[in-house]
């Protein structure tokens, strides 16, 4: 199993916080962001050890949102672990978008985007990324005997893109793929339904529905205008060349008689 050792980092929070949900907070279970995983945020790509609280992190379906809270634990694997629930799914460069290798936890949420599995259907399901070993070029194995992971949650529900367009499902209150009371906005597969939509994907070699190329390359947003104001009537920006007072008309030599 997993040894998992929790630090969490808190922006303010309101009164109405379960104390108690605070204290169960820090008992992370095999989710969240292995660090080197980028993050698409306003200023591009970030690495998620990187984020903070007050960080506008680029979501699925709600524009850019604020990180809430940010908890950082250390995994330690047995030497000998090889079963797939306990071990991380590697995401070997390329094979889904992504530029380079991407390690996602077993329990980390992913979701899919239904209407590139059935076009009949529309909508995201959300499955652990442990069903996703054998799908493609993707393998359960251990970035190394220790590692770190960050888990990031916003005042509800949100999906965020990881580097390659990944989709990663971030919960508003808890460690698993449970959110608060009154702050759910995906659908969570349950197992059976999970490990179909997984095969469905499997034979048909198409991770699209895993990733959005659209959200592998995010432009950072600028945070001051890239066109300076328009100054007040009658004022002339510095260095801008004079207009003559009346337009020049540029008629044949018969037009002008």
Known sequence: MLEVVSVSGFLDQSGDVDQAFLSEAVNAR????VHGTKVATTRGWKLVEQL?????VRTLDNGFKEVRRVSTNTVTIPAGEN?????PVFVP?????NGRPVWLMPEQGMA????KIDPD????????????SGAGRLTSQAPGATFEVSSLFFDADEVVFVEG?????????????????????????????????????????DMSALANPLGALPAPIPQEPIFPVRPPGGIRRPGRPGRPDVPALFLRPEWQT
């Open 30 to 33: 095999r989710s969240g962001l």
């Open 52 to 56: 903070v609280t007050g960080d506008l």
């Open 83 to 87: 079963r797939v629930e306990y071990l």
């Open 93 to 97: 460069a390329r094979s889904a978008y």
């Open 112 to 115: 899919l985007n239904l209407g």
């Open 121 to 132: 259907v529309s909508g995201f399901s959300v499955v652990p990324a442990r069903l996703l």
């Open 165 to 205: 367009g990944l989709q990663a499902y971030c919960p508003s209150g808890r460690f698993t793929m449970r959110s608060r009371p009154g702050h759910s906005g995906y659908d969570v597969a349950e197992n059976d339904e999970a490990a179909a939509l997984v095969d469905s994907i499997a034979m048909s070699g």
